[in-house]
């Protein structure tokens, strides 16, 4: 069985918001697989172990350009939150998003390899990141973008540097910015709920199926009636149901009137959505996190070795 260290706790309990004891647990049950183990939370712990989970921990910025209907949306990640501030930093991330919109280059090296000098470093964008890097001492990519160049109309939201939404609609650009801002703030995964990633809807199946076996365990240890397989199944369709009218942005209520869903909103302003781009710095990297003991430990073991 694999060892379930501190860091270990502390790192789902990071994501998690459950308990430490409970995380332990978890990490236990699950022989030290994280994901594994988160599903475990949810299923024990229903939503109260899901209100971090979206926590990101990697550093960067999410920036954007728009020139009519061709634009772009560019992520870009360092090590710290100190060099997101930095001039240098930031005119690279802004002049790759114009580049990007400029050229609609196929792939990050594509992207690279466009012409671009900065700051004494040139004559292509990847020899400006790699010159910045011995420049101001930290490591920085493009990790992510998507052009824009289909002849829909464009609309666009940053909140902050953080995250980055665009808007490919037809009709007014007010509502279209409006549901921008929304994504930025709901995060839906597609526009309706058809659209959502099977994979997704597999999982929520899987939770809601063991969390029903959950309790249905619990009332048999405590002498309590179960319920029956087909109101179990009513439950599980039910709660499938509800997470899919929370991640579809059509189903969503709209944010700023929440007596409509968006999608009522967009009919009464005579205006449709035919994709939405969301960004958010750093989703789905893992930061690192220094082990501080461990390593003046190693480096004491180290020094005795030497001597």
């Known amino acids: 069985m694999a060892a379930i260290t501190a860091s270990m706790v502390a790192e789902l309990r990071g994501k998690t918001d459950a308990p430490m004891m409970e995380c332990k647990r978890a990490l236990t049950e699950a022989e030290g697989d994280m994901a594994r183990a988160e599903e475990i939370l949810r299923v024990k712990l229903g939503s109260k172990a899901g209100k971090a989970a979206s926590r990101i921990t990697a550093e960067g910025v999410v920036t954007s350009f728009m020139d009519g209907n061709v634009g772009a949306l560019l992520e870009v990640n360092c090590e710290t939150d100190f060099v997101t501030k930095n001039d240098?930093?930031?005119?690279?991330?802004?002049?790759?998003?114009?580049?990007?919109?400029?050229?609609?280059?196929?792939?990050?090296?594509?992207?690279?390899?466009?012409p671009y000098a900065q700051d004494g470093f040139g004559p292509t964008l990847e020899d400006v990141r790699k010159g910045l890097i011995g420049k101001i001492g930290e490591n920085m990519s493009f990790r992510r973008f998507r052009s824009f160049a289909s002849g829909q109309q464009l609309a666009s939201y940053l909140h902050g540097t953080r995250i980055g939404v665009v808007v490919e609609f037809e009709g007014d650009e007010i509502a279209a910015k409006d549901v921008a801002m929304h994504v930025a703030a709901m995060k839906p995964v597609a526009l309706s709920s058809n659209e959502v990633p099977a994979e997704l809807v597999a999982r929520e199946r899987s939770v809601a199926a063991a969390k029903a076996a959950e309790d249905a365990a619990v009332a048999t240890a405590a002498g309590k009636p179960v319920q029956s397989a087909e109101i179990v199944a009513k439950r599980i369709d039910g709660g499938v149901q509800k997470f899919l009218k929370e991640v579809s942005l059509?189903?969503?209520?709209?944010?700023?009137?929440?007596?409509?869903?968006?999608?009522?909103?967009?009919?009464?302003?005579?205006?449709?959505?035919?994709?939405?781009?969301?960004?958010v710095v750093g989703e789905g990297i893992e930061k690192k996190v220094d082990d501080f003991a461990a390593e003046v430990a190693a480096q004491v073991a180290a020094a005795q070795q030497a001597a």
Do not use: C, R, W, Y
């Open 88 to 114: 240098s930093f930031l005119d690279l991330a802004n002049a790759a998003a114009q580049l990007i919109a400029k050229h609609q280059p196929a792939d990050l090296p594509a992207l690279g390899a466009l």
């Open 250 to 279: 059509f189903n969503q209520s709209f944010v700023k009137n929440d007596k409509q869903t968006v999608e009522q909103m967009l009919k009464a302003a005579n205006t449709s959505v035919k994709s939405f781009t969301l960004f």
